[in-house]
């Protein structure tokens, strides 16, 4: 087991895929009963960085949260920070029906990880470009998983395992990110 970084969020997904990547410098995230408090914003980077700040200063230890989305070209970006809601309401297939008559189907998704400490908040942000399949494929991951085949894929990111996915994905990458500054920062 590695050094703990509390975590603050209701996705176990979330958890289970940061957890695959900070193994490999030693730490591990542990979910913990804070809120993850979501301002409306069209900034995802806002988001983590109030969400972050406020977790910190209810539980003053390290704590992370991670914000993402699913950025549509033909839609102008939609849903971007909303995707949770768009999830909840729409979902897949509302999503598939937005773009049916589409030809373009181009979509990124982006993560933010927020780390706030003692000494300040950290930020790391990565992309994955790719596009929104017809039809929904795979059982694995969750959200938009089914309908999202990153670049340099066939797949969707749910008939990947978590590792691939984590090879393609916003997530994996931010992680991979936040990994290379652990090694180099003492967290308190
Ligand atoms: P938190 O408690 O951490 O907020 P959440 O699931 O609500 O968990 P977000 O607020 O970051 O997470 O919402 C992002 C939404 O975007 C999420 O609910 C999914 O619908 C979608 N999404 C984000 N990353 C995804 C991924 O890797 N695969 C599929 N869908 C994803």
Redesign the pocket.
């Known amino acids: 087991m590695g050094a703990a970084i509390a975590i603050a ?3 176990r997904h ?1 958890v289970e895929e940061i957890n695959n990547v900070l193994r490999e410098c030693g730490y591990e995230v542990e979910p913990v009963d804070a809120p ?1 408090i ?1 301002i409306q914003s069209n900034s995802l980077v806002e988001i983590a960085l109030f969400a972050a700040s406020t977790a910190y200063s209810l539980l003053h230890r390290p704590v992370m949260v ?5 950025f549509i070209e033909p839609l102008n970006g939609f849903p971007g920070p909303y ?2 809601y768009v ?1 909840k309401t729409i979902g897949i297939d509302g999503l598939l029906r937005l773009l049916s008559s589409e030809n373009n189907r181009k979509a990124y ?1 982006k993560s933010v990880i927020a780390l706030a400490y003692r000494d300040g908040i950290v930020v790391f942000e990565a992309e994955t470009p790719g596009e929104i399949a017809r039809e929904p494929r795979g059982t694995q ?5 089914p309908v ?1 085949i990153p670049e340099g894929s066939e797949k969707t ?1 749910a008939e990947m395992s978590l590792e691939e996915k984590n090879m393609f ?1 916003h ?1 994996g990458k931010a992680a991979k990110k936040l990994c290379a500054w652990l090694k180099g920062h003492v967290v308190k």
């Open positions: 969020t209701g996705n979330k993850k979501e991670e914000d993402a989305g699913l995707s949770a999830y998704f991951g969750f959200g938009f998983d999202f990111f994905s997530r």
